[in-house]
């Protein structure tokens, strides 16, 4: 597994992207609006780390309610697999919890993604290799 990118929910993608270019983070990434998940997103990338800005569009967004509890920060790790169910079945028995099915994922040329859930660190999300 490789460490893709560190999610970042944001309540107003706009302020946050101008924040992170203050701190030299660049745009590699056009906004994308992914209607599944009914999120915006952009990525930016500073000094190798890639960070994924991330915000609900829609009060029903699979991000709001957490969004509302946890307010602008990291809230996800994405780890690139090669086999999405092999690394998820191997997860599981680590005590990760799925949180989804496995998607498609407009911003991410359409790979595969699916987020699972640790009681000791959190959500993170799997990314299928492959050509973006």
Same mark, same amino acid.
């Given at each position: 597994?490789?460490? +893709? &990118?560190? #999610?970042?929910?944001?309540?107003?993608?706009? @302020?946050?992207?101008?924040?992170?270019?203050a701190l030299g983070?660049?745009?590699?990434?056009?906004?994308?609006?992914? !209607?599944?998940?009914?999120?915006?997103?952009?990525?930016?990338?500073?000094? #190798? =780390?890639?960070? !994924?800005?991330?915000?609900? =569009?829609?009060?029903?967004?699979?991000?709001?309610?957490?969004?509302? *509890?946890? @307010?602008?920060?990291? =809230? &996800?790790?994405?780890?690139?697999? !090669?086999? /999405?169910?092999?690394?998820? %079945?191997? /997860?599981? *028995? !680590? $005590?990760?919890?799925?949180?989804? +099915?496995?998607?498609?994922?407009? %911003? /991410? #040329?359409?790979?595969?993604?699916?987020?699972?859930?640790? %009681?000791?660190? $959190?959500?993170?999300?799997?990314?299928?290799? $492959?050509?973006?």
């Amino acid at each position: 597994m490789k460490i +893709d &990118h560190i #999610g970042y929910l944001v309540k107003n993608i706009e @302020k946050a992207r101008s924040s992170f270019a203050a701190l030299g983070f660049l745009e590699i990434t056009d906004m994308c609006r992914d !209607e599944y998940r009914k999120v915006d997103i952009i990525f930016l990338e500073k000094d #190798g =780390y890639v960070v !994924e800005l991330v915000s609900p =569009y829609a009060p029903d967004s699979v991000v709001a309610d957490l969004l509302k *509890k946890v @307010k602008n920060m990291p =809230y &996800h790790f994405c780890y690139q697999v !090669e086999d /999405l169910a092999e690394e998820s %079945a191997r /997860l599981r *028995k !680590e $005590g990760f919890v799925p949180i989804d +099915d496995p998607k498609e994922a407009p %911003a /991410l #040329g359409r790979r595969r993604v699916c987020f699972l859930q640790s %009681a000791r660190i $959190g959500m993170i999300e799997l990314l299928e290799e $492959g050509k973006e």
